[in-house]
């Protein structure tokens, strides 16, 4: 058993001995908290040591008598060591979030800053210099918030952290065309609408990711999410069920509140020009059903307040029955409403028919025909975003409610983007850089109506109960330019006789802590903001792959074409010796470097 305990001791000593080195390399790197991570430090690799002195295989060799402190003589010193390591490892932890919250809000005001360059410019040559520098500052956020998404324990707000960034990547090649195309037809009004909005949008997500990181809202705001269908009835069951163990605690006031809240949701359903006659009857009848269910529960229930009979509870089981029963088949209605809706949409819109009309016509620069197919587009977005707005009263969880909202968003805001390129196209139909333009805008929806089929088959696992929650993984702090120094940590493995020891171990383990409860009573107490914060840093700063770089590869190869769509008197940018032709081939290179390591 001391063996198996002596491995677990240097596993643990070992362990400690890495985090520490990331956290040294960590203070190295940040002056201002040098001092506060160095003692934190220090005391996570006294622990470690303490724990692995404690768990010394050496008393085999000396006899009980011999007063060699071991795990099971020295109680108290194991517990304290535990101790000092939890807090000094939460503190360590805690620095490295502040820093790369910094890191982050850093990163966010060069990319702004290098935005209201690029808003100004009125060049090419201009344009390539700080977009260069633009793709390099969006490179470093990408990997910094990618990091930050994998780190968060919140669903909801690692939703909202890849709605935002999913803009941000998309947005930076409309950037480039929008502005490229501003450049080449300056007196274009649709050409400025059209990248003042990309603009405009990329600012908002960038707002969007420092609140999320730094949970916070401009001006004091508080965020109110909208309540759903989905989550409005299975509140309403969990306090109608509720009255099973008590019957005060709640009125009947509320259950009409609730109930009547419900309802007015469900007339997104009825009022809608997409929904079916037949799922529209059902709704109404649902709900009408669902208002005499809950008189019923009333009813019953007042009565058994005031005196608890039998028959009186058995009738009120019935009603809670009954009245659960109403509800859960509304909430299957407004499903198949919203799902197949949604199917037939995305069924009947996947041949893009009227994106492909915009390009032919506006090549043509048949302003007339443009301007019949931006009718349709407004049409069909008005449809998707009915779409958006039924689905995410059914979609089951917040996080896919956030993604319902930001794709309703997406079609808000990309439908008038792409008439607005299509209508610069058709004032100039022989513009290469205008057609790129609504190319790059078209394929953003496009795109959006693929990830929806996505959402769809998603929110229907919800509902059928074929999704299962992920589990979330430790992770700590690694300052980048220090990993290269770091070897990497061998698994031990363990026969059949080590691997029971070591489950006798951890009962033994779990028995020791029974003696010093008094003293770590705080440690249980969940409003103890070291707990928070442990918990809540306890998943901070890994470097997984997720970076979301592909589109700034694809933005650094456009660099390189920008040449291409340039007229004759431009000739200067064939110069292999021209230094802004330099910069683009040089961005070009170093985008397709980072697409091969994505890959």
């Known amino acids: 058993t001391l063996q198996a305990i002596q491995r677990v001791g240097q596993a643990v000593n070992l362990a400690v001995g890495r985090f520490v080195t990331v956290g040294e390399a960590i203070a190295n790197e940040n002056h201002e908290l040098k001092e506060e991570m160095s003692v934190a430090c220090i005391e996570a690799r006294r622990a470690g040591e303490t724990i692995a002195q404690l768990t010394d295989v050496a008393s085999l060799d000396h006899p009980e008598s011999d007063s060699h402190i071991t795990i099971f003589t020295d109680k108290t010193g194991v517990v304290k060591a535990a101790r000092l390591l939890l807090s000094s490892v939460t503190k360590v932890l805690v620095l490295a979030d502040r820093i790369v919250i910094k890191q982050i809000i850093t990163s966010r005001n060069k990319v702004l800053a290098t935005m209201e360059q690029l808003e100004k410019v009125s060049s090419f040559q201009e344009f390539v210099q700080i977009f260069s520098q633009f793709g390099n500052e969006m490179v470093e956020f990408a990997h910094l918030t990618g990091d930050r998404q994998n780190d968060l324990k919140d669903e ?13 990547e998309k947005c930076t090649m409309m950037l480039l065309t929008a502005s490229k195309t501003c450049l080449r037809h300056p007196d274009c009004e649709s050409a400025r609408i059209n990248k003042d909005g990309v603009f405009h949008r990329m600012r908002l997500a960038l707002e969007q990711v420092i609140e999320i990181v730094t949970d916070s809202r401009p001006n004091g705001e508080n965020e109110v999410a909208p309540i759903s269908i989905y989550s409005g009835i299975k509140e309403f069951k969990v306090r109608v069920e509720g009255l099973r163990e008590n019957l005060y605690f709640l009125s009947k006031e509320n259950l009409s509140t609730m109930l009547e809240v419900i309802l007015e949701h469900t007339e997104d359903f009825t009022d809608s020009a997409y929904t079916s006659h037949e799922h529209r009857e059902h709704i109404l009848e649902l709900s009408k059903q669902a208002k005499m269910e809950l008189e019923q529960l009333v009813s019953v229930w007042m009565q058994a307040q005031n005196q608890k009979t039998k028959d009186l509870m058995e009738d009120l089981e019935v009603a809670i029955l009954k009245t659960c029963q109403c509800m859960d088949e509304l909430k299957r209605e407004v499903h198949s409403a919203a799902t197949s809706l949604a199917a037939d949409l995305l069924k009947y819109h996947t041949d893009h028919m009227v994106l492909k009309a915009l390009k032919i016509t506006g090549v043509e620069g048949n302003l007339e025909a443009v301007a019949e197919y931006t009718c349709k587009l407004s049409e069909q977005k008005e449809q998707l975003v009915e779409m958006c707005r039924l689905l995410r009263h059914v979609s089951g969880t917040e996080p896919l409610e956030i993604t319902c909202i930001h794709a309703e968003d997406t079609f808000q805001v990309t439908g008038p983007q792409i008439i607005s390129a299509a209508e610069t196209l058709a004032l100039h139909p022989s513009s290469k850089i205008a057609k790129e333009n609504l190319e790059v805008f078209c394929e953003a929806w496009e795109s959006q109506l693929s990830d929806m089929s996505l959402l769809l088959r998603e929110i229907n696992d919800v509902f059928e ?26 698994p031990v493995k363990l026969d059949t006789e080590e691997q029971a020891k070591i489950a006798k ?13 008094s003293e770590t009573e705080k440690w249980e107490d969940q409003d103890n903001e070291i707990v928070q914060h442990g918990q809540g840093m306890s998943s901070m700063l890994s470097y997984l792959k997720d970076l979301g770089l592909l589109g700034i590869a694809k933005l650094g190869l456009e660099l390189h074409l920008l040449t291409s769509d340039v007229d004759s008197e431009t000739e200067k940018w064939e110069d292999q010796d021209n230094e802004i032709v330099q910069h683009g081939q040089g961005m070009s290179s170093m985008a397709y470097s980072m697409y091969l390591f994505t890959r």
């Open 156 to 168: 909801k707000k690692k939703a909202r952290m890849a709605a935002s960034r999913a803009v941000l």
């Open 465 to 490: 109960g074929r999704r299962g929650e992920k589990r979330v993984y430790l992770s700590l702090p690694r300052p980048g330019k220090h990993n290269a120094n770091l070897k990497a940590l061998k």
């Open 505 to 517: 171990l951890g009962l033994e383990l779990h028995l020791l802590t029974s003696d010093v409860d």
